[in-house]
């Protein structure tokens, strides 16, 4: 259980929208560069960690870090929520896209206000500073679909599972996974096209029982989203089919420590969402302090940097395996 700090609702009576906000007061308190952070949906163990990392790195750099939960994965609350901390005249905003495109105007409309802004997960996208990846989408993508196959011999129907269809990375990691597939190993089938389920663990294992209903013979989950692996094998453990159906993607390895141990989550790869909420604030601060993102220098939770300039992205592959024999580990480290 992660140490968190006092939580309150910012609540838009007329629109009736919520949003979880953790830290310190949301107003700035004059003295302290302010740095928040927008993130999919809060509450859920993945983001958990990363308001861990956004606080830790808040204190060592005498910041106000504070990250911001809406309570569903609804790009229209991400855009309220920008648009408070635009009101509130923070120095830095971070996102972590829901849906790219949504969020392109409420962006510019920060940048405009003189506001620097950070996007995770979102490569390419429009009006930002800087989005920095933890994970290449080919090296993440091609690693999941080259495990999948070994974990299934190579043949057999699987699904695809993503945040929603509007997630610009999952579906890159979509892509790229079904593309090795489909080279590497052509008796593999895809069940349909692909199910944005993936951040909402009652909707993926609904969806997964749907699916294994509808194909008896489906021998393989491919779940991009961190609530999407757990939901799957939820539902895998319900039928009675662990060992028989494979279940990857990246999760929280304290949420899913038990269903791997219990042969009904495979495993996959991830990244630290806690590193991930260190650079956020890394970043946010060098932009603040003025300093110039170069190619060749390193950055801390990055190590050494050689971003895209014209498109605004700094990508580095640091994937974590998780396992039966590494999950406890990263569990203990509070992921």
Known sequence: MFAM???RALMAAAAGLAFAVAGPAFAQDGKKPTIGVVVKIGGIPWFNAMEVGIKKKSEELGVNGFMIGPTSADPALQVRA????????VDVIGV???????????????????IKVITHESPKQENVDWDFELASVQGFGEAYGKQLA??????????????SLTVPLHNAWADAAI???KKNNPEMELVGDRYGVAED??????TALDLM???PDL???LAFGSQGPIGAARAVEERRMGGKIVVLGPFSPGQGRKLVHDGILTGGYMWNPMQAGEVFVTLGKMLIDGKEIKDGMEIEGLGTIHPDMEGKDIIVDQLVNINDETVDKLAEMGL
């Open 219 to 221: 021998k393989g989950f």
């Open 150 to 163: 070994e974990k299934m011999g190579g043949k057999g129907k699987y699904a695809v599972f993503v945040g």
């Open 5 to 7: 700090t006092t939580r």
């Open 179 to 181: 593309a090795y597939l």
């Open 201 to 206: 663990v009652d909707a993926s294992r609904r």
């Open 82 to 89: 920008v648009e408070d901390l635009i009101a509130q005249g």
């Open 213 to 215: 209903r509808a194909h």
């Open 96 to 114: 972590v896209p829901n849906d790219a495109q949504v969020l392109e105007p409420v962006l510019a409309r920060a940048m405009k206000a003189g």
